[in-house]
């Protein structure tokens, strides 16, 4: 069985990364929740982000390898937003150990990343329909290099325009039936991959 890997966003750890591991670990996954702000939490974007800036994305990057690192085993790497770029990094940068990635929040071209789409790893993104932050053309863009990696990467867009819509603690995005979809879709992949299906 995979160890799950879950990256947060820019906001840190909220409900919507707890409630994912909940509903992960009562599905009987493994899940560490990696957290790369040492328990700070944000409210806002431009708060988080300025946050993530100081920090710096190499530092987050480096930060993300490693904890993966020190997890023994294969992996599904999942992240949301920023995390999602995380879970797509350490994918990219252990190929031989990931079984899944999952987006959430929108998919990163990976020539963002300077590596490529793990061999034969299938994926998952999630994101509605106004998005603000989900770039256009990149939902095809991730799944046209999975398939040419082997891969392949099936994309998931809900009503309404929250970002962080599985996240009950944002009341302003988040949507209860989409969440609940896109949570049983999520615990449905990792179960899939983990078998060695999908």
């Known amino acids: 069985m995979p160890q799950v890997l879950l990256f947060h966003s820019a906001l840190g750890i909220r409900a919507g990364i707890t409630s994912l591991a909940d509903a992960l670990r009562a599905a009987g996954h493994d899940v560490t929740v990696i957290d790369q702000y040492d328990g700070r939490v944000f409210d ?51 190929p031989e150990r990931t079984r ?54 099936e994309v998931f867009v809900y009503p309404g325009d929250g970002h962080l819509f599985t996240d009950p603690s944002l009341p302003q995005e988040y949507d209860e039936a989409s969440a609940r979809l896109c949570t049983e879709r999520i615990v449905a992949f990792v179960d899939s991959v983990s078998r060695g299906g999908c």
Not at 107 to 128: A, N
């Open 44 to 94: 806002t974007y431009p708060e988080a982000m300025a946050h993530v800036e100081a920090l710096g994305m190499p530092t987050l990057m480096a930060s993300a390898l490693d904890a993966a690192r020190e997890v023994d085993g294969d992996l599904v790497t999942i992240g949301w937003s920023n995390g999602a770029g995380m879970a797509q990094w350490v994918a990219a940068n252990l």
């Open 100 to 153: 899944g990635v999952v987006m959430g929040g929108g998919g990163l071209d990976m020539k963002w990343l300077e590596r490529d789409w793990p061999p034969s790893v299938q994926g998952q993104i999630h994101h509605t329909e106004g998005d603000p932050y989900v770039d256009e053309g990149s939902d095809e863009a991730v799944a046209h290099q999975a398939e040419a990696a082997g891969g392949r990467v």
